[in-house]
């Protein structure tokens, strides 16, 4: 499917379906609307009122032109009451007229700018919004289907506006969208691939295939003989158990203007996590495929890294295992040594995120970054405080967090922050060793938290446990299928070319 951006009269568009947007309780038509339902002789007003259509976000109207305009069918999508929009409005508007689209089985589509109409609205913001509502709302993982489904039907999708100016911002907005969905899209390709094929191996593989032919990306592969060397405990720990070799991945992305801003990106990359020696239960293993979503999501966003061309420096690290019970596996009871020399008394094996990400996070913060931002299916104690659509984030820096929540809200992806309550490092204190990889029964998402604080050195660091938005267990919005989600992509964009 093609999306662009061009000028042109809505009424006089020859397409499979005119998309129009709505404000609810607004009783007048206005703008392209009221031009569309002159040329129709006032049936769009009329049907709609006939209906009784109410322009609730993501609702939509459907009707026939019956050859009073070149479109065939007029569709009207809802963008919940004017003084509420916001972007994410936009997206899901956008990506209702999509799945209305799809399911018509059209060819093409044209668009008015939806929320055009809406004091302080951005062209460009809104298109970029629109283009990820639709390409993500497009979305579908068919890798392990034997009938692949034939051409998908839709093959263009067109931003119109009658104003060039706005034309032109929506082209840059368009743009900027297609960046943030393929990055987004990297990442659920990577999530739903189960974990028999998206082993720590293949990890190094895509990691290696995103840098190959891009000058100013580059890629370092630790494998176990330098994990060894560097004393990396909490990797090598976890990845005891498993038949798969664990591996350090460094990425690094340098802007053509030299500078001295310098981010790190670090993903939980645990390709499957089954819980070790202390083996989850069936049902919660059913989905563990997802927890290296935080690497997908330091992947995704690279894999767009030299489009959208941030002015900072950017590192992509974490460390690929996967988490098995063997002969070989760690013990509950077991005492390793992170890469800090911080030791650590392992009691559950299924806490496993943290072993290697405290070895994650001492290499990052090694790089002397200004910031550290991990991505991480942490706990599933963060998905009892914030369910399944909200990221928990944990940080030592108040200013880094409001850049995060930002960026979070430009893009969609909804996080909360938690407390790291220091009156609660008594509860990860061990017996025998420096700490231990658990807590207590409450709090813990931020027992991981304070975890995790132990290996970053006082850098500027926030922590985005994901374990609930990473992968979708229902359908969540108008572009969030079941299945993976890329949570956290456009997060990390938007804040990066925010820098
Ligand atoms: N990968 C899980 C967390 C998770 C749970 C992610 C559900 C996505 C959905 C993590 O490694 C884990 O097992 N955490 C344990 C920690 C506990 C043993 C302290 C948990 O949350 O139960
Ligand atoms: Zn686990
Ligand atoms: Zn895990």
Known sequence: MDISARKGDPTQQPCDILVLDAFLGEKELTGASQAVNEALGGDLAKFQKEDSFKAKLGATFLMRTNGKIPAKRVLVVGLGKNEDLTLESVRQAAAASLNVAKVLGVKTVASVLIGAGSEGFKATDGAQAMVEGVRLADYTFTKYRSTKKEKPSLQRFDLISNQGQDVRAALKGVEMGEWMARGTVFARDLVNTTAQDMHPEKLVETAKSIVKGKGALKVKIY??????????????????????????????????????????????????????????????????????????????????????????????????????????????????????????????????????????????????????????????????????????????????????????????????????????????????ADMQNIGSRWGGALTAGLFLEEFVDKTPWAHLDIAGPAFAEREIDPYTHKGATGHGVRTLLTYLKSL
């Open 223 to 432: 494998d176990r003989a330098a994990l060894v060397k560097m004393g990396a405990g909490g990797i090598l720990g976890v990845a005891q158990g498993s038949d798969h070799p664990p591996f350090l991945v460094h990425l690094t992305y340098k802007p053509t203007k030299p500078t001295k801003k310098r981010v790190a990106l670090v993903g939980k990359a645990v390709t499957f996590d089954s819980g070790g020696l202390s083996l989850k239960p069936a049902d919660s293993m059913m989905t563990m495929k997802c927890d290296m979503a935080g690497s997908a999501a330091v992947l995704g966003a690279f894999s767009v890294m030299t489009d959208l061309a941030p002015s900072c420096e950017v590192h992509g690290i974490f460390g690929a295992v996967e988490n098995m019970p063997s002969g070989k596996a760690i013990r509950p009871g077991d005492v390793l040594t992170a890469m800090n020399k911080k030791t650590i008394e392992v009691l559950n094996t299924d806490a496993e995120g943290r072993l290697t990400l405290a070895d994650t996070l001492t290499f990052a913060s090694r790089l002397k970054p200004q910031a550290i931002i991990d991505l991480a299916t942490l706990t599933g104690a963060c998905m009892v405080a914030l369910g399944e659509e909200i990221t928990g984030i944990m940080s030592n820096n108040d200013a880094l967090v409001t850049k995060i929540q930002e960026a979070s809200s430009a893009s969609g992806e909804k996080m909360w922050r938690l407390p790291l309550e220091k009156n609660y490092r008594k509860l990860i204190k061990s017996e025998i």
